[in-house]
């Protein structure tokens, strides 16, 4: 890796009033039973049931709870469910079957991708049957002319870029969990990740969904037109619905040419002020060719390097650095696009007041996948130094560090700043769309710290008018802080539509309204 230069100088409004809403009719739901199992069983070949229950005459499964476990359990380990019933339909019209079943019973659903999740939405609250899509995989079509990739829910994110590569396209959305999460969860949470910036949010690229509804209709709205205003947009509803309005069976989603020349650049800076005047700078310079511009502060930086992610920066790179920003340029020239960030990388440097100490210049596929495996494996250092609560904010740019460094000095006033509560209070997040991700690592999850968290970081995003979820959703995690970004309006109207749909609140219950 080269290094451009080390110089040595030294980064809602809240509507807090409780809520009247309609009413839900909904009686309690039912735990799924033998019987039940005996009429999935006829709609699904026993490789795809996994169920602890014992069959109708009684013989004890051989299903083992710890087998239902990866089904129970989120990523981060902090929400646990206890179903009793994983199935994993291969068709649209065998999840249908099943769902029409369960409405019929009143029996809780929960739809679930790759489990990659962050706010506990895709495993059970209780012992819901898990719906797990992940035999559903298979590209049902690609228009290289147009870009429209149409694709089962169940597909792995990673799996449909390999499938698009030989064609020179891309999916327009990229994150660190690509190689689990599938594209339904994707849909479903309206995931943001690195390049939003440069390819919108899911709202925009996604063209139609399959949805199977509560009722077991399936509702076919898998266009591949560009332009179609026919009335209301109903596939927008289930972006980000986490599940609960309806089970995502099929996307139709406009891929991106894949770029022709990409190059990446982390820089350190010696303060956080730096980094707001470094992205204006930025974007004037690359203008078109810019596609990320991902920050992270120095604390998390550490921790990705003590945890292996990615290869280490030199220690010059480093030494003097407040916080990182990691730069991408995707374009159609090579020489255009280097030329262009060599002449900003000059700029910085020789600048009489630089915004940045240094830079580290990635100069093949190697060093560019490395310099990436950083900033995508912050989430993952951060899981293996401690268990994290996350919060995944929208607040103005200029407030990131105060916001992190606000809750890092409460904590220490409760005292929860030792290494056997509070370990680190971290900040990283997609800078380009006002999005940080205020991570506190503890040693162990507790009401203690929970509640030195709750709702002080959330009045936190209430002052600065942000989103108490940004990009992860709301799952269980949040439902009782929607009111910080959702006025009682808006929650009202939610809740109706959730009613309309979904009348007996089989599907995903105890997710995203509160
Ligand atoms: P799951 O976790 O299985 O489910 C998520 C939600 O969607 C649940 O409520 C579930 O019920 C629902 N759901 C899943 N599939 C369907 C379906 N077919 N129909 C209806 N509902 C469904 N998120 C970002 O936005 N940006 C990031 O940069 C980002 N990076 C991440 C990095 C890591 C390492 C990890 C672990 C997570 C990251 N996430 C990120 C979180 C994120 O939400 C997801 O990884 C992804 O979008 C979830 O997809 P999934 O298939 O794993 O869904
Ligand atoms: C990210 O940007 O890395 C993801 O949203 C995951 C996280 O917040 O850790
Ligand atoms: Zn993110």
């Known amino acids: 890796m080269y290094a451009t230069r080390h110089l040595a100088r030294r980064f809602a409004f809240s509507q807090t009033r409780r809520l009247s809403h309609v009413p839900s009719n909904a009686p309690a739901l039912k735990s799924a039973t033998s019987e039940d199992l005996a009429h999935f069983s006829k709609i699904l070949p026993q490789t795809c049931i996994l169920s602890t229950l ?26 646990h469910g206890k179903s009793e019933m994983v199935l994993r339909p291969r068709t649209t019209e ?54 429209i990739l149409v694709a089962d829910a169940g597909c792995i994110l990673e799996s449909l870029n390999e499938y698009l590569a030989p064609h020179n396209h891309i999916v327009p959305l990229d994150l660190g969990a690509k190689g689990s999460c599938q594209i339904g969860g994707n849909v479903s949470t309206n995931a943001g990740g690195l390049r939003l910036l440069r390819y919108g949010s899911l709202h925009g690229s996604v063209l139609g969904l399959e949805v199977v509804l509560p009722d077991g209709t399936i509702l076919n709205q898998l266009s591949s037109l560009r332009k179609d205003n026919t009335g209301y947009d109903l596939k927008q509803l289930f972006i980000g619905a986490e599940g609960t309005l309806g089970i995502v069976t099929g996307v139709s989603i406009l891929a991106a040419p894949a770029p022709q020349a ?14 707001l ?19 992270f502060d120095r604390e998390v930086y550490d921790l990705a390097v003590k945890h292996n992610q990615g290869r280490a920066l030199n220690a010059d790179d480093v030494e003097g650095a407040e916080c990182f920003v ?49 900033r995508e494996g912050l989430t993952e250092a951060v899981s293996k130094e401690g268990k994290a609560y996350k919060y995944d904010i929208s607040i103005p740019l200029k407030a990131f560090k105060e916001v992190v460094d606000t809750t890092r000095e409460h904590l220490r006033s409760q005292g929860l700043l030792r290494h056997d509560a509070v370990k680190n209070v971290v900040g990283y997040g997609h800078v380009g769309d006002g999005n940080l991700h205020l991570n506190i690592v503890a ?45 009682e309006v808006n929650i009202e109207w939610m809740r109706r539509i959730k009613n309309l749909f979904d009348p007996h609140g089989i599907m995903n219950p105890g997710k995203v309204l509160p």
């Open 54 to 79: 014992p069959s109708l005459n009684n013989t004890p499964s051989t299903t083992t709870i710890e087998e239902l476990a990866p089904f129970n359990n989120d990523w981060m380990n902090k929400y």
């Open 94 to 147: 065998e999840v249908a079957q099943i769902v029409k079943w369960c409405n019929e019973k009143r029996i809780g659903v929960v739809p679930q991708g790759g489990n990659t999740g962050l706010v506990g939405g895709s495993v059970p609250t209780k012992n819901e049957v898990v719906i797990n899509l992940a035999n559903m995989n298979k590209v049902r079509s690609f228009d290289p002319v147009s870009g």
């Open 262 to 275: 990409t190059s990446n650049v982390i820089l350190a800076l010696p303060k956080f002020d730096n980094v």
């Open 277 to 295: 005047p470094l992205f204006t700078k930025v974007k004037r310079q690359l203008s078109e060719i810019l596609s990320a511009f991902e920050f």
């Open 326 to 374: 990691l730069v991408e340029t995707s374009g159609g020239n090579r020489e255009h696009d280097e030329a262009k960030l060599n002449a900003l990388l000059e700029n910085l440097l020789e600048s009489d007041e630089p915004l940045i100490n240094t830079g580290v210049l990635s100069q093949n596929p190697a060093q560019f996948a490395s310099l990436w495996a950083i």
């Open 443 to 487: 040693a162990a999850y507790t009401p203690e710290i929970e509640a030195a968290l709750e709702p002080f970081v959330y009045e936190l995003v209430g002052k600065y008018k942000g989103s108490v979820s940004a990009e992860h959703g709301i799952g269980v995690m949040k439902t009782h802080a929607l009111h910080y970004s959702k006025d």
